[in-house]
């Protein structure tokens, strides 16, 4: 796994927290629709504009915006498979057969997303209850379906959890993997899917993660053929959405997230298997330009020419608007709260359930309708409604594209392939519960989390005592082991046949670039108390270690001060705006209104508040020694860690008054804000060791409370800090592996006359230097010419070269002060005799400023070049620099000024082999100043 870079994602919330289902076992009764208050409370809450419907038509968009020409091959793809259906128009023979073997990656932090076996074996049993016509919900209805003239289509397709992963380890189709990256499935879906994904012709893919935003997602068959996005194949879903026990927020109070909608994964299995929304790709449920769409023949469907996206190409889900609505089929009540029927919702209110009772939103569009009076199809599993079957009509497709090539589902479950996904009844096992080894963040030394990976025998007994290590071969030998680690395997005491293998030592390279994923373990027959031929497997294969730097992240949210990251007082209608930050998770700051919190008189105003499972607090005030929910804004330079001011306390971030009291930043009870800036403290729980950062976000009221606007982030995860400082701002670089290859040996600047700046490095000194005594002069306005030489005794590489002037100040080098890039080339010459220039911004301020230069060659770990002034890289060059903008006599360097501030009584505690050494007097860090 490799550190990813930061960035902001606005409210990409994926699948309606409030999308119901009648697709449970109901414990309450029929009642009558006389609650009408408690009715319009869930209607209101149901349609609040912070969340927003399943996203897949979103995320679709928004790879087709990211990449044209996947678009068009998708479409094409789309045109194939309809045309193919022209000639398919019933399910084709071969596919009942099939057994899809299915893997979840439950990807966690050690919180209630680490969900166990038995939620996930609970949701396999549901999905093949839906494909199969025997989910009790749509049996219990199907009375009521069949007076409307609905039948329940048998899909006859089986799911099972896969027993043999693809290096041929035995397993029980259940991978855990600890990663922030857990905190939200969207923002990280191509970190968590390239970190972990089985083959996708042998396998479907499920992604378990704390939350999406919403429920879940999938991809189309078609948006993930190309061989390219193979890896985005499956299904990414929320924790609490999959399946309905233990985790499962599937019975809670409504007011307490519960969600009563069971058939989450099988609403996502149909997108994988080309099933559409009933109202098509619109982004926008229930807008009347749904009902808009190319007129088809109705006997041979769509023809290859007229496809539209703003319906599903399927005759028997006759169109519709779509509706957000909770929807059942009676009324009832469950968990003490009134739902609501479609006699209720839509009909006239007679207590009878009847076909005109359903809506009817598209009905001059629905030519190719069973029914002269075409009814919305809210009972369907790709509708927003009741979800409770599938019609013949979603079975032809979902056959045809198994049949088909699209994404390699051809392959996927066929009989000749099972022995590669399914064990053999016959065979013992020998499991692994993960296959990440993790450095221990706390060190960040090479020493790894002891935690380690367990093993399981199916039979018999480990033989050996207590342990058993690879220095001792007797019992198993090790392969591709880094220098500096060495493996044991202990055993339960209580349990014979558990162990749990472990990495002790330390790894000699241990940054993110040596992360290893070729590990094996050859166990010999002496490590086993039975016969060793009748394990599955007697090699454990493809076990990774991921090596962890510590960052410094900083994140600036206004980089065009016409596009400012703000929410705003808009009335009865509010506002909302999230960003997102590693380690922290998704965020948002919104506006309430007393609607929104279900009538329970909440106060109005600006909060923060957050969707993601990672625990956040943030620094609040206490009143007479009671906390309260008003966030206080920090000036520059507060300090915060652990013990912070009485005065203050942290509390934690919850998401809302709908869900409990958030965070206040100014409203109808609390001004004190008002017209101010500055920065909100945070302290983050993270991973399963608990380690605790530090972070900030500088935000802004207006005088008149009528907005509030982010404008920046900060945190760091050396634990060994301890602290933050607002608005103190890291911005570090360095090439990590520490090889010459070709150093930058020569800096050059020249105008239209002359070259004025020569710098030169006569041997290597390592993947940073400071030169900060080297001034180099400047004017605003000024274009100038650039010549940066690679020492020229090795063979010339062609890197990318770049320089960043640090314009405000700010200790951090932002895209929009890049003042120079030179693309893949040996040495970057340009001027007044070629075309590229380095030009200085008009406005740039007088005086002096931070200049980085950066030399980067190919990083085999990103698959390109660097391109992040505040990261490290893998091979090249950082030299820093001071430039002068406009004369500066009189004016100090503030370069060359390092200012050691120290704490008192601080202690820094060295964790190495459990020995603790101290040392007064901690550094603080460099001078810096804010220039907002």
């Known amino acids: 796994m490799k550190n990813v870079q930061t960035f902001v994602a606005l409210a990409i919330i994926v699948c309606s927290l409030f999308w119901s289902s009648c697709g449970h076992q109901q414990k309450g009764t029929n009642i009558n629709a006389t609650d009408q208050q408690a009715k319009t409370r869930k209607q209101q809450s149901a349609q609040r504009p912070s969340e927003e419907p399943c996203n897949i038509s979103a995320v679709t968009q928004k790879m087709y915006e990211n990449d044209t020409v996947m678009k068009q091959k998708a479409e094409a793809a789309y045109r194939t498979m309809m045309q193919n259906e022209m000639f398919a128009p019933e399910a084709r023979a071969g596919v009942t057969d099939r057994v899809i073997p299915v893997v979840f990656h439950i990807i966690h932090q050690c919180g209630d997303e680490r969900i166990g076996n038995r939620q996930v074996r609970n949701a396999i049993k549901d999905l093949n209850d839906d494909f199969n016509a025997a989910n009790p919900d749509a049996l219990r209805y199907q009375t009521i379906l069949s007076s409307l003239g609905m039948s329940i289509a048998n899909i006859g397709i089986q799911f099972e959890l896969a027993s ?61 053929h190309h061989p390219s996005a193979a890896f985005r194949d499956g299904i990414v879903i929320s924790y609490n959405y999959l399946g309905k026990i233990d985790q499962s927020t599937y019975e809670e109070p409504y007011d307490q997230g519960g969600h009563r909608r069971a058939h989450i994964l099988t609403h996502e299995v149909g997108h994988w298997l080309g099933l559409q929304h009933t109202w098509g790709e619109s982004l926008v449920v229930g807008n009347s330009s749904n009902c808009n769409f190319t007129p088809r023949n109705c006997n041979n469907n769509t023809p290859p020419n007229a496809v ?75 509708d927003y409604g009741c979800e409770i079957m599938f019609t013949e009509g979603q079975k032809t497709r979902m056959h045809n594209i198994l049949r088909d090539t699209f994404a390699q589902r051809s392959l996927i479950g066929l009989v000749e392939n099972r022995d590669l996904t399914f064990m053999d009844p016959s065979k013992e096992s020998l499991m692994i519960d993960t296959y990440f080894f993790q450095e221990d963040a706390r060190y960040n030394n090479g020493r790894i989390k002891t935690k380690g990976i367990k093993l399981v025998l199916s039979t018999g007994n480990f033989a050996f005592t207590i342990s058993s290590s690879n220095t001792d071969d ?20 209580n349990n014979p046949k558990k162990a749990v293998v472990r990495l002790l030592g330390k790894a000699v390279d241990h940054s993110n670039n040596f992360d290893v994923d070729n590990i094996n373990i050859v166990f010999k027959p002496a490590a086993f108390n039975f016969d060793y031929n009748l394990l599955h497997n007697t090699t454990i294969s493809n076990l990774e270690i991921d090596f962890i730097d510590y960052e410094n992240k900083y994140h600036w949210y206004r980089e065009n001060p016409n596009n400012e990251f703000c929410v705003q007082n808009k009335g009865r209608i509010g506002d909302y705006q999230g960003l997102y930050v590693d380690h922290i998770g998704y965020l948002a700051l919104q506006y309430f209104i007393d609607e929104w919190a279900n009538g329970n008189d909440e106060p109005e105003g600006f909060f923060l508040v957050k969707e993601g499972g990672v625990e956040v607090e943030a620094l609040c005030h206490q009143s007479n020694g009671q906390a309260t929910n008003n966030l206080v804004l920090f000036p520059q330079g507060f300090r915060i860690n652990n013990n912070p001011d009485p005065s203050y306390t942290y509390r934690p971030i919850a998401r809302g008054p709908v869900y409990g009291n958030a965070l206040m930043i100014y409203g109808d009870d609390y001004t004190e804000n008002a017209g101010k800036s500055g920065y ?91 030169h900060y005594d080297q001034v180099v002069n400047l004017e605003a306005g000024g274009i100038y010419g650039v010549e940066l030489i690679q020492d020229q005794t090795g063979r010339l590489y062609e890197p990318y070269w770049y320089i960043w002037i640090d314009f405000n ?124």
Request: aromatic share 14%; proline share 5%.
């Open 474 to 493: 007797t019992y198993f030998t090790v392969e591709n082991l880094p220098d500096g680690l060495f493996m044991r395997i202990v055993r339960d005491p």
């Open 680 to 770: 909100i403290g945070f302290k983050i729980t993270y991973d399963c060791d608990n380690k605790e950062l530090y972070a900030w976000l500088y935000v802004t009221v207006s005088a008149d409370g009528s907005s509030v606007c982010a404008e920046d982030a900060f945190y760091n995860t050396n634990p060994s800090t301890g602290y933050i400082i607002t608005g103190d701002l890291v911005c570090e670089s360095k090439a990590e592996n520490l090889q010459v290859f070709n150093y930058i040996e020569e800096v050059r600047f020249r105008n239209s006359t002359e070259t004025f700046f020569t710098h030169k490095t006569p041997v290597y000194e390592g993947s940073y230097t400071e």
């Open 308 to 382: 539209d996206f703003n319906e599903d190409g399927i005759n028997d889900t006759p169109n519709t608007q779509g509706d957000l609505k909770i929807v059942f089929p009676l009324d009832t009540m469950i968990a003490g709260e009134p739902f609501y029927g479609i006699d209720s919702i839509y009909g006239n209110k007679d207590g009878i359930v009847s076909y005109s009772d359903l809506p009817n939103t598209c009905p001059q569009y629905n030519t190719c309708a069973f029914s002269t009076d075409p009814r919305d199809h809210i009972f369907n599993f790709m």
């Open 164 to 224: 043999i992963d693809p290096y041929g380890n035995a397993t029980t189709g259940i991978t855990r993997t600890e990663h922030y990256f857990s905190a939200h499935g969207v923002s990280f879906e191509d970190q968590i899917k390239q970190m972990i994904h089985w083959p996708r012709d042998k396998y479907l893919n499920v992604w378990v993660v704390n939350t999406t935003g919403g429920s879940g997602y999938a991809h189309y068959p078609w948006t993930v």
């Open 809 to 932: 100040d700010d200790n951090y080098f932002a895209e929009s002060e890049k003042v120079f890039t030179a693309d893949a080339i040996a040495n970057a010459l340009s001027g007044f005799d070629n075309v590229v220039y380095m030009r200085i911004p008009a406005n740039a301020p007088q005086g002096y400023h931070k200049m980085r230069i950066i030399q980067s060659l190919w990083n085999e770990a990103l698959n390109g070049y660097f391109i992040n002034p505040c990261n490290t890289f893998q091979y090249g060059e950082v030299e820093d620099y001071t430039v002068c903008i406009g004369g500066c006599d009189g004016i100090t360097n503030p370069n060359l000024r390092i200012v050691e501030e120290f704490g008192e009584n601080e202690t820094i505690v060295d964790f190495d082999e459990g020995s603790a050494t101290e040392s007064n007097n901690i550094p603080l860090g460099p001078y810096s100043t804010i220039n907002r």
